[in-house]
């Protein structure tokens, strides 16, 4: 585990609670994407929730008839809302075996991977989701890499890495998946969602 990625843990453990109450609720862009999924898979289908945190979009996924377990580096996070059905885990080597899953959901949480790791990482996504799953990937838009402090702990710091739509299409294509298309919206970052599926 890179520095990056412990400190980055580390600092989702201190501010746990405080973030499972500021996001406790999805944003319309991320239900939608929920909503979609409905279409795309028959009900009980199973669903890896990546980097899931306290586990709300895990629950919302639940509540539209999936069968999801989330998963998720900080130990503290897991906790927050004592959501059952989470497992402490790092995205880049999955407790899960091939094709375990229907579809993959990883939202605003491989932005916290390395660069350079973020290939093994789509290579883990693509190894558990059976082909032809989809993939549900949200990222933030932009150039380059760095820490940024959070807003309500300035003294905590998390590691970012923006993406764009060409580069990150041609490494989704190495690790095995197509992409079918994609949005934009703008909050405080840019934010770019990547639909994919697995070849």
Known sequence: MTDHTATTRDTYDAIAPAYARRWRSAPPQIAAEADRLVALLPSGARIADIGCGPGH?????????????????????????????????????????????????????????????????????????????????????????GWEPVPYAPDLRRWYVQHRLAPLTAQLATAGFTVTGHTRWSTHRDWLMVRARRV
């Open 57 to 145: 979009h895990t629950c919302l996924l639940r509540d539209r008839g999936f069968e999801v377990t989330g998963f998720d580096l900080s130990r503290e996070m897991l906790a927050a809302d004592a959501v059952p059905g989470l497992v402490q885990a790092d995205m880049r080597a999955l407790p899960l075996a091939r094709a375990a899953v229907d579809a993959v959901w990883c939202v605003a949480a491989l932005l916290h991977v390395p660069r350079p790791e973020v290939p093994m990482a789509l290579g883990e996504f693509a190894r558990v989701v059976r082909p032809g799953g989809p993939l549900v990937l949200s990222l933030a838009e932009g150039d380059g890499d």
